[in-house]
C-alpha cells in the first residue's frame, strides 16, 4: 500500500517511517522543505515530496492509498496555528482525498478531543480543533481510524498498549508506540471506522487493537 504521510517530519512521524521501513508498505513523506528529504528517506521514506498542510496538497497526493495523518501545530500553539493546521489542514487533506478516491486515512487526534469543553482551558483550543477534524472525518464516508493517545513521551516503546473507546484516566504512551499502532492500524480490519483512546498498557499492540 502506498501511504501518504502528514507530519513525517514530526516526531511520531519519524518513528512512522522507521516502522513502515520494516513493513510491506512504501511511505510517501510530505515536507515542506528539500532539504529534509534525504534524512527522512534514510529513516524509512520511500520517497518524499514537497508540499504544505495550509495549501492544496493534491499533487504530492496523486497514486496513494491511504492518508496517515501525524501532523500537528504543538498543543501550546497558539489558535491561530493551531486552527490553520489541526483543524484546517486536517479537514483540506480529508477532502482531497476523498476527491481523489483515496478511502482509507488515519487520523492522529488527542484524548478528550471528544469533549473538548471539559478540557484545561489552556488547551481547549487545541482539543476543539481536533474535535472539528475528527468528526469531519467521521462524516466523510472514508474509511477512518482516530487513534487518541494519552500524554506523549519520547520513553522507548514497550509494544504494549490499553485500548479503549473512552478512558477516564489520562495515562501516558510513548510516541514510538503511537507509531506502532498507527501502522497495526493500517492492516487492521478492526480499527476500520473506528475511534479509540491509546495509552502505555500490557497488552501487544495487534491484540489491543483485536478486541475493538
Not at 508540499?51 to 504530492?60: F, I
Not at 501525524?70 to 489541526?86: Q, R
Not at 476527491?99 to 487545541?126: D, N, Q, T
Not at 507509531?179 to 475511534?195: I, P
Request: charge should be negative; proline fraction near 3%; aromatic fraction near 4%.
Amino acid at each position: 500500500m502506498h501511504v501518504f504521510i502528514a507530519g513525517a517530519n514530526g516526531q511520531i512521524g519519524q518513528h512512522l517511517l522507521q516502522e513502515m521501513a520494516d513493513s510491506d508498505h512504501e511511505a510517501r513523506a510530505l515536507v515542506r522543505h528539500q532539504d529534509q528529504g534525504p534524512e527522512l528517506q534514510q529513516m524509512g521514506a520511500t520517497e518524499t515530496v514537497l508540499g504544505d498542510l495550509e495549501q492544496d496538497c493534491s499533487e504530492a497526493m496523486r497514486g496513494c492509498d491511504a492518508v496517515i495523518f501525524t501532523a500537528g501545530s504543538g498543543p501550546h500553539t497558539g489558535p491561530d496555528k493551531t486552527i490553520d493546521v489541526d483543524q484546517d489542514g486536517a479537514i483540506r487533506l480529508v477532502d482531497t482525498a476523498r476527491a481523489m478516491g483515496i478511502k482509507r486515512f488515519i487520523m492522529v487526534s488527542s484524548m478528550r478531543a471528544e469533549e473538548p469543553e471539559k478540557g484545561p482551558e489552556k488547551l481547549r483550543h487545541y482539543l476543539w480543533a481536533k474535535h472539528n477534524a475528527d468528526e469531519h472525518l467521521k462524516n466523510s464516508g472514508l474509511n477512518y481510524t482516530i487513534v487518541r493517545p494519552g500524554q506523549l513521551t519520547n520513553d522507548d516503546g514497550t509494544g504494549k498498549v490499553a485500548i479503549s473507546s473512552k478512558m477516564e484516566d489520562f495515562g501516558k504512551i510513548s510516541r514510538q508506540d503511537v507509531a506502532r499502532v498507527l501502522l497495526a492500524a493500517l492492516d487492521s480490519d478492526k480499527a476500520t471506522n473506528c475511534v479509540f483512546d491509546v495509552v502505555s498498557g500490557d497488552t501487544p499492540i495487534l491484540e489491543a487493537l483485536s478486541k475493538l
